[in-house]
């Protein structure tokens, strides 16, 4: 059984077209689990309304849906369902999603959790290829996805990412190639640091040694962080690029928000996955932020240049981690 985890905070016109796409999946032996993570716009109560009024088309028996306290689920039947967790507060995206994670490993019949964003559309053969990748080859830990944007479909997204560990920079792979290249999957697989966080399937032994994602990032780099971790335990991370997904970048962060929050945690998290996993680097990272403080002063960006002078000035908010 594969578990579907889709994050919600404030995003339920994206969450339900996502969810839309999920029950035209043609891979059935699934779970579909939305964590809300504190929504304001009464996001629990309108998917409830939704899902029960409207006839959609469903590949998928989902015979149910199921509204659950993050403080009072247990183990579920072995049945097919929609399960919404009312988290009750924003964990960030690390911390809503290990709340569907840790449900996950609490049932019996999980096998693999698949966290896909919600600001994504999938096409229906899109896990089953996923699935398939997976059992084709045991030492596979995490799955990602051909990632195309959403609002421009002959463009490549990325096809996995690539970290730079001497300045922990990162960039999309492939971004911005045509949409429908082919490519092999090995060769993919092997040029690549990571899998793009918006779709990552993982299988329940990764889960059950490293746990969830790491929560001190709050938003941006667990993905990077988690291959690190898996890579380290031996398992290789892929890309099956068969698997195509859908994603309206950045709809996720809400739009009169994204500058700020994004260009916060992109710096800041800079610092802290150089600490944990390059700390020899880190002085010189450290230096390198100083250039981007100048780089937004120079294009008059002063709520930004603040944000980056205070993660300078005060480390303890990189060194308490």
Not at 162 to 184: G, Q
Request: charged share 25%.
């Amino acid at each position: 059984m594969i578990y579907i985890i889709v994050l919600n905070w404030n995003g339920i016109s994206d969450t339900i077209s996502c969810l839309e796409s999920l029950f035209k999946l043609n891979y059935k032996n699934t779970k579909i689990v939305v964590c809300d993570n504190g929504s304001t716009d009464n996001s629990i109560e309108k998917i409830d309304k939704w899902y029960t009024s409207v006839n959609i088309k469903k590949n998928l028996e989902y015979a149910n849906i199921d509204i659950l306290n993050v403080n009072n689920y247990s183990t579920l039947e072995n049945t097919p369902g929609l399960y919404i967790i009312d988290i009750g507060k924003n964990l960030g995206y690390a911390g809503g999603n290990n709340v569907g994670i840790k449900f996950a490993l609490n049932q019996q019949d999980m096998d693999s959790v698949w966290i896909l964003n919600n600001d994504t559309i999938v096409n229906e053969n899109s896990l089953s290829l996923m699935r398939a990748t997976l059992e084709n080859d045991q030492n596979i830990g995490v799955c990602g996805s051909r990632l195309v944007y959403f609002d421009d479909r002959e463009k490549l997204q990325g096809l996995g990412g690539l970290f730079n560990p001497v300045l922990c920079t990162s960039k999309h792979y492939k971004a911005y190639e045509r949409a429908d290249k082919i490519f092999d999957n090995e060769n993919v697989s092997s040029n690549i640091d990571y899998v793009i966080g918006a779709s990552m399937l993982i299988k329940r032994a990764v889960l059950e040694s490293i746990g969830g994602l790491c929560e001190d990032y709050f938003l941006y780099y667990e993905e990077i962080d988690y291959c690190i971790r898996a890579k380290k335990l031996g398992y290789k991370v892929f890309v099956c690029t068969e698997s195509v997904v859908y994603h309206k970048e950045g709809a996720s962060t809400k739009k009169n928000q994204k500058g700020i929050l994004a260009d916060y945690y992109s710096v800041r998290n800079r610092l802290l996955i150089s600490k944990k996993f390059y700390p020899k680097y880190y002085a010189l990272v450290y230096l390198s932020i100083w250039l981007v403080l100048l780089n937004r002063v120079r294009r008059k960006e002063f709520h930004k240049a603040k944000n980056v002078l205070k993660i300078l000035t005060f480390r303890k908010i990189c060194n308490e981690n």
